[in-house]
Nanobody, 123 residues
Framework: QVQLVESGGGLVQAGGSLRLSCAAS????????MGWFRQAPGKEREFVAA????????ALADSVKGRFTISRDNAKNTVYLQMNSLKPEDTAVYYC??????WGRGAENYRYWGQGTQVTVSS
């Protein structure tokens, strides 16, 4: 079992920045690929970013490329999502997730999920 707790969400003006953190516990963190997903009201959950177990590989959704960065610190059991140049359309609940198998964009690959943190971007 892996427990995931997100933090760092909040209200920010368009053009601003936030850094989300996801702290993991329960199993060896470096055994899991990690991902960030988001869900806006009335919309389906969508992929945002993913990182491999070592942190050497990353993937980003086209909508956030050039603005968001995913990273991880295996010594701290934490994955981060740095979000810059935020837009109102980035408003959503952001979830981190862990996968012991494949990594990447598919939510079906991720077995463990956090409770989510709200990000609201005002125009």
């Amino acid at each position: 079992q892996v427990q995931l707790v997100e933090s760092g969400g909040g209200l920010v003006q368009a053009g601003g920045s936030l850094r989300l953190s996801c702290a993991a516990s329960g199993r060896t963190f470096s055994n899991y690929a990690m991902g960030w997903f988001r869900q806006a009201p009335g919309k389906e959950r969508e992929f945002v970013a993913a990182v491999t177990r070592s942190g050497g590989g990353t993937a980003l959704a086209d909508s956030v490329k050039g603005r968001f960065t995913i990273s991880r610190d295996n010594a701290k059991n934490t994955v981060y999502l740095q979000m810059n140049s935020l837009k109102p359309e980035d408003t959503a609940v952001y979830y981190c997730a862990a996968s012991a198998t494949a990594w990447g964009r598919g939510a079906e690959n991720y077995r463990y999920w956090g409770q989510g943190t709200q990000v609201t971007v005002s125009s």
